[in-house]
């Protein structure tokens, strides 16, 4: 059996919805005063949640926190098999760290490009020209990339539109 099995690909349906109970996560972050990105890590069944992470700061990234949780509580084969959903295009250390966890599959609502596009060069958000797809090309794993999603992309990124401008 190989170390890496084919994963089932989630529906559009379900994507859409994992990405906007994402986005209920980045609301609550930004509602916190963090920025406003939120994570979901959820089970090959394509439905249960097993995990959920708002942003913390510029390094404790949504993502990246809800990986490492999840390495920790997951053994590796059965992260295979899951999806980290994510509001943003995870960067490259958020994508590394899905890598290193064995998450086989990753969908994100709005590109990082999109994403300067709205904040600029905002300080706090000095996004990298680094697409996720082009990290995990680079490694040994066949790990599947859904993103950007046009259907809720205008809702993910209004949170970001009025966070990165009041701040």
């Given at each position: 059996m190989s170390l890496y099995p084919q994963n089932s690909a989630p529906s559009s349906a379900s994507i859409e919805k994992q990405l906007l109970r994402a986005n209920d996560i980045a609301l609550a972050s930004?509602?916190?005063?963090?920025?406003?990105?939120?994570?979901?890590?959820?089970?090959?069944?394509?439905?249960?949640?097993?995990?959920?992470?708002?942003?913390?700061?510029?390094?404790?990234h949504a993502e990246s926190t809800l990986l490492?949780?999840?390495?920790?509580?997951?053994?590796?084969?059965?992260?295979?098999?899951?999806?980290?959903?994510?509001?943003?295009?995870?960067?490259a250390m958020c994508t590394a760290t899905a890598y290193w966890a064995n998450v086989g599959t990753i969908a994100y609502g709005v590109s990082e490009k999109a994403l300067l596009d709205c904040t600029g060069a905002h300080p706090e958000n000095p996004?990298?020209?680094?697409?996720?797809?082009?990290?995990?090309?680079?490694?040994?794993?066949?790990?599947?990339?859904?993103g950007p999603i046009d259907a809720v992309q205008e809702t993910l990124l209004a949170p970001h539109t009025q966070f990165w401008r009041a701040s």
């Open positions: 930004m509602s916190a005063g963090r920025h406003p990105f939120g994570a979901t890590l959820v089970a090959p069944d394509h439905e249960t949640v097993l995990l959920t992470q708002g942003n913390i700061d510029s390094v404790n490492r949780a999840a390495a920790a509580r997951f053994d590796a084969s059965y992260l295979w098999g899951c999806t980290l959903y994510t509001t943003v295009e995870p960067c996004t990298m020209d680094l697409p996720c797809r082009d990290v995990v090309s680079r490694g040994q794993k066949p790990i599947s990339v859904y």
